[in-house]
Antibody
Framework: QVTLKESGPVLVKPTETLTLTCTVSGFSLSNPRMGVSWIRQPPGKALEWLAHIFSNDEKSYSTSLKSRLTISKDTSKSQVVLTMTNMDPVDTATYYC?????????????WGQGTLVTVSS | DIQMTQSPSSLSASVGDRVTITCRASQSISSYLNWYQQKPGKAPKLLIYAASSLQSGVPSRFSGSGSGTDFTLTISSLQPEDFATYHCQESYSTPFTFGPGTKVDIK
């Protein structure tokens, strides 16, 4: 079955760089239809789309966060990595990765459980 | 970027009620609209994709409609497990913006 799992630090200091890893199983990152998206949700707030990457290495980023984000993948390890530089307390959120299907209007049909990242000194 | 709005922001309803949530895009997005359900402390769950296609395993009391800029999610008969927050998302052009969410709670 399809699963995704986020991993990374639970606490980062302001100005530090956050690196999150999404490890997937049940599908291949080389599948031409499937990509992986990152979405975050500050406590009590709305979902915010951050970035996605597909098998052909097509990448897209949030307009407001583009300068701080980098998404990459290691197909052999079934992992997608998101880095976010210059972290600030307002970046405190639960970060989710999700499989995104380009063959059916790009829904995110499987999600990881999420990982809460707190930014504090 | 495309902006997404939802109305209402919250609603109270009873089991058995018919519930309708509206999502509006700031420009035409054809049928590139997805709906998700999220319960407290859990990841979102895909309900509807391509505006009106029911995701596998989702009960048929959930339905979606609309195209262009205006969309609706309807729950035909609200069940206890449906009390949650519902999010719309456009997937027409990146960034794939989410709406602010609609919380459905018990009346």
């Amino acid at each position: 079955q399809v699963t995704l799992k986020e991993s990374g630090p639970v606490l980062v200091k302001p100005t530090e760089t956050l690196t999150l890893t999404c490890t997937v199983s049940g599908f291949s990152l080389s599948n031409p239809r499937m990509g992986v998206s990152w979405i975050r949700q500050p406590p009590g707030k709305a979902l915010e789309w951050l970035a996605h990457i597909f098998s052909n290495d097509e990448k897209s980023y949030s307009t407001s966060l583009k300068s701080r984000l980098t998404i990459s993948k290691d197909t052999s390890k079934s992992q997608v990595v998101l880095t976010m530089t210059n972290m600030d307390p307002v970046d405190t959120a639960t970060y989710y990765c999700a499989r995104t299907d380009s063959g059916s209007y790009y829904p995110s049909d499987y999600w990881g459980q999420g990982t809460l990242v707190t930014v504090s000194s | 970027d495309i902006q997404m709005t939802q109305s209402p922001s919250s609603l109270s309803a009873s089991v058995g009620d018919r519930v309708t949530i509206t999502c509006r895009a700031s420009q035409s997005i054809s049928s590139y609209l997805n709906w998700y359900q999220q319960k407290p402390g859990k990841a979102p769950k895909l309900l509807i994709y391509a505006a009106s296609s029911l995701q596998s395993g989702v009960p048929s009391r959930f339905s979606g409609s609309g195209s262009g800029t205006d969309f609706t999610l309807t729950i035909s008969s609200l069940q206890p497990e449906d009390f949650a927050t519902y999010h719309c998302q456009e997937s027409y052009s990146t960034p794939f913006t989410f709406g602010p969410g609609t919380k459905v709670d018990i009346k």
